[in-house]
């Protein structure tokens, strides 16, 4: 009965497979030894560890390649070589980050959430903000006037028919958006000043988070 052959990778060593070996055609009784085989069985492992030949023996090393590890400072590793263990230290998961890190990350998604509300009544950009406050003023001033010329509002002007049929009807829309946003936004502010004060005070976690879910902001 042939013997079996055991072959192992020409670059890491490892235990690569079996074959029953081949009688040598020029000697009777002998069998073909191939590159990267050996006739010697390689030990039995446990889980982590491989059989590695190197040097006419079978040794045991380390095997935790894929296994992913975290650090203290949430950092993430995987190892890919043989021979290589996950330090004492290491995390099976991403640990939390600092506290100051949630509370400052939370803070910030109370920003961006209020800055995201806002635009959903009013246009961003400086040209447009610019436009809105110009609307506004000519809108006073043509309400103040007693004898308004055209010509004198050149933004109201523009905005007829869309924001109304007139001068008076455009100034009117305007003053009415104007005065409905103050509310809007005073309401926005006020939400996002009380929100950041509640984190800014909060002493844990799911404390933050529980202020977080309970945010609603106007809607149009």
């Known amino acids: ?14 235990l690569s497979g079996t074959t029953p070996a081949r009688a040598n055609p020029k000697q009777e009784g002998a069998w073909l030894l191939p590159a990267f085989a050996t006739f010697t069985a390689p030990p039995e492992v446990a889980e982590h560890e491989a059989a590695v030949y190197a040097e ?3 040794t045991i090393v380390p095997d935790w390649r ?6 203290a400072d949430r950092s993430k590793h995987k190892i890919t070589e043989l021979g290589i263990e996950p330090p004492a230290e290491a995390l099976s998961e991403m640990p939390a980050p600092p506290f100051a890190e949630v509370k400052a990350a939370a803070l910030q ?3 961006t959430d209020a800055e995201a509300a806002r635009m959903l009544f009013i246009t961003p950009g400086e040209g447009q903000a610019w436009t809105y406050q110009r609307k506004e003023r000519e809108a006073e ?5 007693a004898s308004p010329d055209p010509a004198d509002y050149p933004v109201l002007s523009a905005c007829i028919p869309g924001d109304g049929a007139d001068l008076a009807a ?30 800014e005070a909060a002493g844990d976690v799911p404390a933050i ?4 879910d309970g945010l609603s902001w106007p809607q149009p």
Do not use: C, N, S
């Open 170 to 199: 455009v100034a009117q829309t305007v003053l009415a958006a104007r005065d409905a946003w103050l509310q809007v936004g005073a309401a926005i502010e006020g939400i996002r000043r009380a929100a950041k004060t509640q984190v």
């Open 141 to 145: 001033a043509f309400m103040a006037d």
């Open 209 to 212: 988070q529980t202020i977080l």
């Open 66 to 71: 894929g296994h992913t590890y975290w650090l």
């Open 109 to 111: 998604k109370i920003d």
């Open 56 to 58: 006419g023996a079978w």
């Open 1 to 14: 009965m042939a013997p079996t052959l055991y072959h192992f990778d020409a670059l890491t060593g490892e």
